[in-house]
């Protein structure tokens, strides 16, 4: 059974400080990687995708890939209210995503 | 670029009733849409996959007959909920994925379609 696990939360951050959202997966032939953000009521939208191992930057938003400990995680840098939802990790096992089942991050002003 | 719509946004319908959803890829060809559910504070599940041209595949535990798939084009699939009850009461989202290499071969998703059955 390939899995990936995510700590529900919610994770709770200060305005303006860094976020830091990880997920485990444990199909280790996992290719690539994706975190989607999801507002309350709407569907998910894809907001960062990373294939190698290391960093990848995008605005304030890093994906960092370890596929040795097979984990992968998303920092989210001066958070924002706005960034308040809930983040899925999805790996794509097999030409499927395998889904976590998302961690609720919440940004207080 | 990657722009999926679904219609309708939102459907009230009674016991009984048969309601389906349209999921269209509008800037690019889908060679496989998915569709999910998810039920409130749960996460995405996923139902089937749906490549143009051929039968969806469904998974365990989802009721093929019921939930009436149809990809007829690289642009369309619909989703047929068959004599809705109240428990099919959810949030219905589909997702496109183009061919090919790029960002377009990655999953998009529509808006999501809320169905309520009374």
């Known amino acids: 059974q390939k899995e990936v696990e995510q700590n529900s939360g919610p994770l709770s951050v200060p305005e303006g400080a860094i976020a830091s959202l990880n997920c485990t997966y444990s199909d280790r032939g996992s290719q690539s990687f994706f975190w989607y953000r999801q507002y309350s009521g709407k569907s998910p939208e894809l907001i960062m995708f990373i294939y190698s191992n290391g960093d990848k930057e995008d605005g304030r938003f890093t994906a960092q890939l370890n596929k040795a400990s097979q984990y992968v995680s998303l920092l989210i840098r001066d958070s924002q209210p706005s960034d308040s939802a809930t983040y899925l990790c999805a790996v794509k096992s097999n030409y499927q995503l395998i889904w976590g089942a998302g961690t609720k991050l919440i940004i207080k002003p | 670029g990657a722009v999926v719509s679904q219609h309708p946004s939102w459907v009230i319908c009674k016991s009984g009733t048969s309601v389906k959803i349209e999921c269209r890829s509008l800037?690019?060809?889908?060679?496989?849409m998915f569709w999910y559910r998810q039920f409130p504070k749960q996460s995405l599940m996923l139902m089937a996959t749906?490549?143009?041209?051929?039968?969806?595949?469904?998974e365990q535990g989802v009721e093929k007959d019921k939930f009436l798939i149809n990809h007829a084009s690289l642009t369309l699939s619909t989703l047929t909920v068959t004599s809705a009850h109240p428990e099919d009461s959810s949030f219905y989202i589909c997702s496109a994925r183009g061919g090919g290499r790029g960002i377009y071969n990655e999953q998009f998703f529509g808006p999501g379609t809320r169905l309520t059955v009374l």
């Open positions: 800037d690019f060809q889908a060679t496989t």
């Open positions: 749906s490549n143009e041209g051929s039968k969806a595949t469904y």
